[in-house]
């Protein structure tokens, strides 16, 4: 009784509840019949949330799996690259294995291939950090001691004094790679570059030609090379290499015996290959080329695929003038290194010296084809181009050298050279001016500008050259030469004041070697101002420095001021000295002639000799005024016919 309705409108609302789709009081609600009520009422708003559910049900499990699919994954591309990193790791480790070996033969450009072909392994990006470090390193040191070598080599490619100055080069390879053997302390240098102690051959190698490359062309650094020499011997500390380097620099007759006993006990057989070359090297500073010719043969023979052995035997051969032999050997040079520009330059030159101009020719192009940018192999290209007349062809050789180095001296000179030589004065002036502007500090371009502008009679532009190439004078006696061209220059300019004082200006800074001649240039100065005691002063200041070029043209000048001055005996005695000094000047000989043959004293005139005189000067230089001489000579020893026929020819 109870559970029933307590009114027929309570019954009535529960109906109405049930129709509404609302829960009913005729039974508890239990949670499930509250929301299915519920559902029934909102019908719509349920389905739509539904789908929403069951979407974002579905996107979760998705998310899931993807999650959990992308982790094997990421953990089968780990495991798969670690196997491609084990892989390159264990490729590079082989190559390094060659390397290794390679570089205890000291086979360096071989060591290089390898090296190369270890980056070309790793560059896929597949290796591990370490082992691409190590790659780069290794290729790092190896690119070093192949850009030495590559200097080494070009610096070595002349035998007739045209040296490509690497002295730059080598300076900046070693900066590069971190060593300014120039600027640190010995000790600092040492130890870095003996860090891996397999280089320490290839490195003195290239320091021992450096220091030899200063000494032909900055003479005077001696602090210099002594600081080359001292980081070689550390790190190249060999006992026999170490004592020969420690002979550098010392007086030849302190160290001559020394090497003669050394020459004389070792056994080639069992030295070095960079052994011999130090040693034989330094045979051929001290004079003992013989020596060191019968060094390298020896070695040559033990050793014949050394590249340096063949190239330095081919070297002493070509200086003694076998070019045969030195074509022979340039051409095993060739063999060992088909790829080396410099060796193919080295077997040109040899070929050129011998006048086989169209082999020498290809191998310069070959070694162009190797090095596009060898600026030494376009200029021996454009002289041999040259002797064969092709003469625009050896132009844009030259100017070719020139793009490339526009300070290459030698291609300047040789440009210039064969410009003159085809009548192109102007343009050879333009050389010059253009080398000025690129190197404006150069002294040798200034002064041989100055000397070219001279030749064409533009002389106060070849003064300003001159003055220019003085202030930049390396030395006391390459300011001297200025000078002395400063004075000519001048004196043809009528300037004498200004030109007596740039010969004294010779005299006070190279009072051994241009003295004299600068005094001879004083005395025809003062002669054509008309001072002839002054000029006879100067003259005999040069006979008292008894300079062998200048004595004999002093007491010839002394004796024209002689004749001038109508002292004839003392001027027949002054020439009689000049002819004794030096027996070939057609000068002294064609002035004694005159003297004798027309001398005022018929008595003391001596036509005979004369005629002697005369002849002689003729054969030594046949020019109008010296056959005139002779004309007057056998006319007065009463030679008609031959007078006539010597005016004749003066005519």
Known sequence: RNRRYETANGFAADVQRYLADEPVQ????????????????????VAVTGLVLCFLVLM???VGWAVRDRGAREAEASRQQ?????KVAGQVGSIFAEIDRLEREQKWAEALSAARRAEATVAGGEADAETTERVRARLNDLEFIDRLEQIRMQRATSVEGKFDNADREYARVFREYGVDVEELAVETSIDRLKVRPVLAIPLAAALDAWVDDRRVVLTVDVAGRKRLVAVA?????EPLRDRLRSTWGRPVSEVQDDLRRLTESIDVRALHPETVAILTGTLGRVNQSDSALRI???AQYVYPGDFWLNHNLAYLLSVQKDHEGAIRFNTAAVSIRPNSSA?????????HNQKRLDEAIRHYRKAIEIDPKYALAHNNLGNALIDQKKWDDGFASFRKALDIDPKYGSAIQDLVTALRARGRPDEAIDVYRKAAEADPKNFPIHHNLGAALFEQGKLDEAIASFRKASELAPTANSAAVVYFAIGAALHRKQRMPEAIAAYHRVIELDPNNLAAPAYINLGSILRDWGKLDEAVAAYRKAIEINHPNATASAHMHIGEILSLQNKLDEAIAMYRKAIAIQANSPRSHNALAWILATRPEVNLRDPKEAVALAKRAVELKPEGHYWNTLGAAQYRAGDWKAAI????KSM
């Open 26 to 45: 005729a039974c508890p609600p239990s949670v499930t019949y509250k929301f299915r009520k519920f559902v029934r009422r909102n019908k719509a708003a």
């Open 60 to 62: 979760g499990s998705g």
């Open 82 to 86: 670690g196997e491609r990193q084990a």
């Open 233 to 237: 011997r550390g790190i190249d500390p």
């Open 296 to 298: 390298l043969r020896e």
């Open 343 to 351: 060796a193919h330059n080295n077997l040109g030159l040899n070929l």
């Open 645 to 648: 026929a010597a005016l004749d």
